[in-house]
Every structure is written in structure tokens, then in C-alpha cells.
């Protein structure tokens, strides 16, 4: 691979317009394994920022929040452009900088979900850890190509051979390196690209603007020669031409051959190259930002979106072709206090000027898009038109939310929706003042808006507010966004798990629902059964088993409807009901008197009454951990892990630390920060992300139901 990036350019509005130069991309990885800081790296050498952004002191670009500032993570998923020279080609590259933060995962679902390629960043002494898994499930589910990138190669500790093993074992990939580090920790000096068979050194005092070309170590030449032949090798093995070149003479092989199959066994997801660097240092981010060029794919290599036609019903390919129709992802909401609600959405096909009216499919009403813009973090540049491929964001809408799809209006389509998960942990809210009633509830309204994770309720028998999300961190990051950006100090309750509650056997129940009133009645006739959902369904798994037209069709949706309505409160607390199957078996209709709303509330009331006759348990998040200690805290870390309920399942040894996996209920880890702290005198850390729901053990659930009600009912 060569430098392209000492023929850049240090325009940031030109514009390229190929499509097969652009590229859409995610920089995705653990927190603290220097993600924003290698985007800023990024912005500075291609010309997009005149001087570096640091997390450490607040001024990252990418960062722009103020509670990132404060606290010096990652928080909402921020867009840029910039833009770069390479083989005498301009490419424009569109970024979506992540969080690291488990609680914040979201943020890198719906990124993952409209990108084309991503970057998995990795530290060079922490490895895959417990957030890079997660992210890189998720880069698997939606099939997204990626290039690994080994950072914080000065650290102490750094091995770069250890973490590429980590890949291959712990995330069932296959890398392939296509660098190699010239030392490690305090000796990291530059790169070796094999691709090139060239070795790289940057200049400290440009902050690595320049950087050039070093004799490869003669201690290292076996061992690059070495590394090279298995890369040319595995890339001859693609294609039959490079086979017989490398069986005649694998130097003829030339850089631009070897980069061809490379990134079409990336592009199909065979292999991850894996390169190396210090961005922090400012060594190796301009071959980074090369690879995303050579290996990561354009729109037009990523295969045809599908979606489905709402009319027909019928399935439909979209490409990325401006001569298609309109077709479109809304993936992020966004509020902004001087132009208010932002949709970031992704193009799929055909193009759209700003002023322009689209189909959003879910609410099957048209859309104005007034504004069409370019963003740069928090920052907004009007675009006049925008076309298949491209990143963008809109105002001046009505009712847009994350995962509606916009098309063209004579030419819906419906894509595949976006799944999120569950929050797991709830907290009372209320206003310091009267008056802050009512903003407070607008306030909450706009953040559910933007965070499909968090979730807003009134508790039905205290009238509490209660929200929800992901973790503490979460739920503290959207107190703090109500007072700064809504001006409303709320009180807060202490935090609670969300519990769940499941039907664990299976009940048959009839309910016939009647209501006559003197004038057109109601009348619905259903015979269910209920019982536990099939593994790996969540929520409600719905059968119609319906023949003969005993039900007419047009019921089957609104019992369905009801049905789902029903789960929100379960029989015991009235906690939300995890995973139920239902199968309608039969049932019956009055021609005059029944409709949609009597099959619904005969559904609600069919499910509530089964529920009451089947055995039924609460349900808690089990998390799964991470904790990081020094050796000599190993028995007390253990053994406190052990009273919360936890199971210790594999122990690592790193470095003069132990790493500690395992599982332990979310409901005995409230204020384990401190307890960790006080345990390894402030030397350890530890990482929590959701694992499961699991039945809660029968005297902890007494425990929850005394807490709630005052006394354990009979169940």
C-alpha cells in the first residue's frame, strides 16, 4: 500500500463526483482504544482541521457535546466529511465517529445499520475487549466490511502479535496483517507496509503531517520477508493469474495486485487487514486512512438494498443508482437548539433537492424536507441536492423517527426496520418546580425521540415519572442534558432494575367478550394459548392458526394489537412480559356486531386472564463483566463477586493484572464502582454489559415483591 496521502489535497469542500470514491464509514471499537482521537488525526491531515483536537482537554472536534467534554468519552455518534488524494483519484470519505460506552451502544447499531465499511480500533495492550466483541457482533449481523487498526502501539505493554492472535480466537475473524510495527512501547519508531516492502518514519515536530521513507531493520527483514510471502500468497490465492505469477516469481506481484484481491476478500468479509500505529503520537494514521481507501468498499460494491413494497407486499431491490427512485434510511434523531429536530438519514438510491416532498413509509404521509445539509460534528453546511450513496441530515420536517424509511412517492418501499435493545434499568424523576411540569414532559418526549433506547412511563399506582435505559451512566447523562439544555433541575430517585416478567407453562383459555348498549354492540369469540416464546424470539411471538374464515382476516391485526398492548403489564406487578408465544386457534364473529375494536380488547382481556391462570416469574438482566485488577486484589475481587450472586468464568492473566470474566444480576451491582475502588485502593476497573434476562431466584423475588407491595401475595 503506498503513501498516498503525500499527494493530498487541503481543500475540505471539494467535491468528488463518482460514487465509486466515495466511502461510508464507521470508526468503531472499546472505550478508551482511542477512536475520537485517531478521527481528529484524521480531520487534521486531511485538511478538514487546521490544528489537533484532544479528548484529554476537551477540544475534540468529533467530541462536541459538553458532558464528552467534561467527562472525555464518547457519548452521541458524530458525522463528517473529509476528503483525500490517492493514485491521482480524489476520495471523498464520510465518517461516523462511535462511543465505546456499553450504555451508549446504541449510537453504534444504527451507525452500523447505513455504513459500508467500518474500522475496528483496538489497543495494543488491552486487545479485544469486552466492547470490541459487541461491536464487532454488530458489524456481523449487518454484514459490514472492516480493516482492524491496532492502536496506542507506544503504550507500555503494547503487543501487536497478541491482539491479532485475540482477533482470530475471540472474534472468529481472520485477520491479516498488513503491517508490521518497528518496536514496541517507548521503542516504536514507525511501520513496516508490507504491501509495499517499504518501512515508514513520521516526524514528531510536523505532529506527523510528515512522515517518510526508512531503510526496513536489518533485525527484521527475515521476518517482514516472511510476513509479505504469506500475505502475496494468501492474496494469489484469489485469483488464478496471481496464482501462476506467484509459482513463476511472487516479486513480480506488484503492490496494486495485491491490494485488488485484498480488498475484494475484504469486501466479502473472508478477511480483516489489520494494520498499526500510535494515533495519539501521530504515527500511522495517513496508511489508516489509505486502507479505508484500497479495502473498504464504495456504494457500488455493496450489494442492492431490499425492502418491501407496503402495496403488494411483494419484495424490491434497490441500487445505488441516481436514476432509481428515492430511497432512503432515517437512522438518527437529533435536536438542535437553533434548528431543532435533525434527521440523519443514508441514500440508498436516486436523489432528492432540498425543498422536496418524500413518502415516510411508517405514517404513510409526505414529508418536507426543507433543509438538506452536510454535517461536521454540530455543524451544518446547506446542500442543494443530495443523491444515491451519500450521508446526510434534514430539517424542517414533521414526524420523522429513527428507522423510518423515505421514498420517492409514487414508488414506496419499506426497509428492513432497526432492532434495539431493551433497556434495563429505571429511575423516578420528577420536576423541583410546579412549573417545570409540563417542559418536563415535552423535554422527555424530544429525548425518546432521539434514543430508541430510553424510555419514559408513568408508574400507574404512584404517578411517578420513570425513565429508562441502558445504565447508570446513561440515565445521569439525560439528567444532565435536562438541565443544560432544557433548564429544568429535576429530582432524582435512586436507580432500579427493570425487571421483566415470563410465562414459563403453557394455559388454553376461551374468553368471549360482549357488550350490548341498545344500539350496534360488541361481540368477539377467541380461543389462545399461551405460553413461553420459541428460544430466541423476543417480545411476542404471534401464530393465527385460523381456518375457514371463523375470524375474518381484518380482525386478525387488531387481536394481534391487543395482544401486544397486554404485555406491557404482567400479572404479578404488572412489570413488561418477556417473550410470549400466542397461537389463536379459534373463535368466532357476530356479522353485525363485531369489528376491529372488539377483537382488540378481547384480546387484551383473553391475555390477561390466561396470564393469570399460568405460572409466572420475574425475570432480571443478568451483565456480563469485565473487571481489570492487580494480581495481589485477585481473592478480594473474587470473593466479593461471589456474594453479588456472580459466576467467575475464565480469569487472565495481562501484564502484571488479572482480567476477570463472568456474569452477575445488574440488580447487586448499584455502587460497585466505589466498592471496587475501596477493594484494589483505586487500581482496578471494571466493564458491565447486558448478557440476558434470567429467572430471578425465588428468595429475591420475595425480596423485589415485599419492596413493591408491602407483603409477598400468593402466585
Sequence with gaps: MRPCAEGRSKKKTRMTGKLENTRNIGIMA???????????RILYYTGSNYKLGEVHDGTATMDWMIQEQERGITITSAATTVYWDCNNENFRINIIDTPGHVDFTVEVERSLRVLDGAVAIFCAVGGVEPQSETVWRQANKYNVPRISYINKMDRTGADFGHVVEQIREKLGATPVPIHLPIGAEEEFTGIIDLVANKAYSWDESTLGREFSEIPIPEDMIAMAHEYRMRLIEGAAEESDVLLHKFMDDPDSITPDEIIAELRKATILGKITPVLCGASFKNKGVQLLIDAVVNFLPSPYDMPAILGTNPFTGQDEERHPDPNEPFTALAFKIATDPFVGRIAFFRVYSGQLEAGEQVLNTRTEKK??????????????NPLKHIEAGEIAAAVGFKDIRTGDTLCDLKHPLVLMPMAFPEPVINMAVEPRTQDDVEKLSIALHKLTEEDPTFQVRIDNETGQTLIS??????????????????????????????????IVNTVLHHEVYKKQTGGKGRFADLVIEVGPADNGIKGLQFINEIKGGNIPKEFIPSIEKGLRAAMTNGPIVGFPMESVKVRLIDGSYHSVDSDQLSFQVAAGIAFKESSKKAKVVIMEPIMKFEIITPSEYMGEVTGDITKRRGQVEEVESRIGNQVIRG??????????????????????TEMLEFLKYDITPKEIQDEVLYKIRGYVPAY
Aim: charged share 25%.
Design 30 to 40: 472499546h472505550i478508551d482504544a482511542g477512536k475520537t482521537t485517531t478521527t481528529e
Design 367 to 380: 414529508e418536507r424536507l426543507l433543509r438538506i445539509m452536510l454535517m461536521h460534528a454540530n455543524k451544518q
Design 469 to 502: 435505559g441502558m445504565g447508570e451512566l446513561h440515565l445521569d447523562i439525560i439528567a444532565d442534558r435536562l438541565r443544560r439544555e432544557f433548564n429544568i433541575d429535576v429530582t432524582r430517585g435512586n436507580p432500579q432494575v427493570a425487571y421483566k416478567e415470563a
Design 663 to 684: 456474569r452477575v444480576p445488574l440488580a447487586e451491582m448499584f455502587g460497585y464502582v466505589t466498592t471496587l475502588r475501596s477493594l484494589s485502593s483505586g487500581r482496578a
